[in-house]
Nanobody, 127 residues
Framework: QVQLVESGGGLVQAGGSLRLSCVAS????????MGWFRQAPGKEREFVGR????????YCVDSVKGRFTISRHNGKNTVYLQMNYLKPEDTAVYYC????????????????????WGLGTQVTVSS
């Protein structure tokens, strides 16, 4: 049974930082690229970024580029989303997702591109 469990969310003031973690089980973690998505109330689920199986290639969308960083530790079956200089508009439920893509250079950005999902962790940024 594949399971992804996010943690690390919380309430922070604008300009603060959080590090989200997502621990995977039930899969060969290093066979999967990992994505981060977020969803604010009343909005569609939004792609945040992705990291390839090894951690050698990562990508974040322009709205968070320079503030968010994705990394992974395959020995811990864990992917991270480091969020710095947080803004109120970053407030959302953040989800991790797994995609068994063999290419290091594909950048799937749609929720339907991903095979497994966590239940999410709430991030709230106050002004």
């Amino acid at each position: 049974q594949v399971q992804l469990v996010e943690s690390g969310g919380g309430l922070v003031q604008a300009g603060g930082s959080l590090r989200l973690s997502c621990v995977a089980s039930g899969l060969r973690f290093n066979f999967y690229a990992m994505g981060w998505f977020r969803q604010a109330p009343g909005k569609e689920r939004e792609f945040v970024g992705r990291i390839n199986w090894s951690g050698g290639h990562s990508y974040c969308v322009d709205s968070v580029k320079g503030r968010f960083t994705i990394s992974r530790h395959n020995g811990k079956n864990t992917v991270y989303l480091q969020m710095n200089y947080l803004k109120p508009e970053d407030t959302a439920v953040y989800y991790c997702a797994a995609d068994r893509t063999l290419s290091d250079y594909l950048l799937p950005s749609r929720p339907e591109d991903y095979d497994y999902w966590g239940l999410g962790t709430q991030v709230t940024v106050s002004s």
